[in-house]
């Protein structure tokens, strides 16, 4: 994992870090009249749309459970979350490329630049995911005390995200296929991944195979605690958990290998 050297580099850095998220978040609607409002209004139209076309208009129903919203829920529960994902990994694995500047600048702590990205995309996905929680506070669906799991599985996943990024991230900039591979490969796992459809529509032997999309248990975690407010079962997130580590391990690993020979390639 990380050493003492990176750590004090990074509070070192800190504060350029902090004003990196900032600048990122203003600049996304420096000149939209409307302006930060924005980022209210696109989630919240996501999720109206969501609940009236497929609760309402479609009239969608999750099997095993009572509540009209159950399934827009179960929806937005699975394309929230993984659209952090989708964030966090797309954007890492252009991280370096993005910022040659910078990592050519001996003094800069190079390992800045995935925390940015992870930053960047919580702040996102907390103003998202805290109007999700209104919602589900205001249609009386909010699963109470249960809701306090989502924290280690969001930890979890990302963990897995940024470990899964990093090796990406530096494998990219010697190898510039492996970027445009990952985009096609993400569209794939979206849909082997139980987000638009429950996992009972499948057949017995796609089912088994989800055991091999770490993901797929992770958007479960997510859909048990919101849709039906129980406990996940930790015990299918072990496998995601340790190969969260073994990629961060092996992220690291390649970044502190392969850094020199990264300011030559760019």
Request: aromatic share 14%; net charge positive; glycine share 8%.
């Amino acid at each position: 994992m990380m050493s003492l050297a990176m750590i004090s580099g990074v509070w070192r850095y800190r504060g350029f870090v902090l004003g990196s998220v900032k600048r990122e978040f203003q600049s996304k609607y420096r000149n939209a009249l409307l302006g930060a409002a924005w980022t209210v209004l696109n989630p919240l139209a996501m999720i109206v749309v969501y609940t009236v076309i497929f609760s309402q208009v479609m009239g969608s129903r999750l099997p095993g459970t009572g509540t009209p919203f159950a399934y827009s829920i179960y929806l937005c529960a699975g394309v929230l979350t993984w659209g952090l994902f989708a964030e966090i990994t797309s954007r890492s694995q252009a991280v370096f490329i993005e910022n040659a500047n910078l990592i050519k600048k001996l003094q800069f702590p190079r390992i800045c630049l995935p925390i940015i990205v992870v930053l960047n995309a919580l702040v996102n996905f907390g103003i998202i995911f805290g109007l999700f929680t209104a919602f589900l506070i205001v249609s009386g669906n909010f699963p109470g005390w249960v809701f306090l799991a989502v924290l280690p599985v969001l930890a979890l996943q990302i963990l897995f995200a940024i470990g899964l990024g990093m090796i990406l991230g530096v494998l990219n900039v010697f190898f510039r296929d492996v970027g445009q591979f990952f985009t096609i490969l993400l569209q794939f796992w979206f849909w082997f991944t139980p987000i638009v459809y429950p996992v009972s529509a499948l057949p017995p032997a796609v089912r088994e195979a989800l055991v091999w999309n770490p993901m797929a248990a992770v958007v479960g975690a997510y859909q048990t605690i919101l849709v039906h407010g129980q406990l996940p079962a930790w015990d299918s997130l072990l496998p995601v958990t340790v190969l969260g580590l073994a990629c961060c391990a092996l992220g690291l690993g390649l970044f502190r290998r392969r850094a020199g020979e990264m300011v030559d390639e760019l």
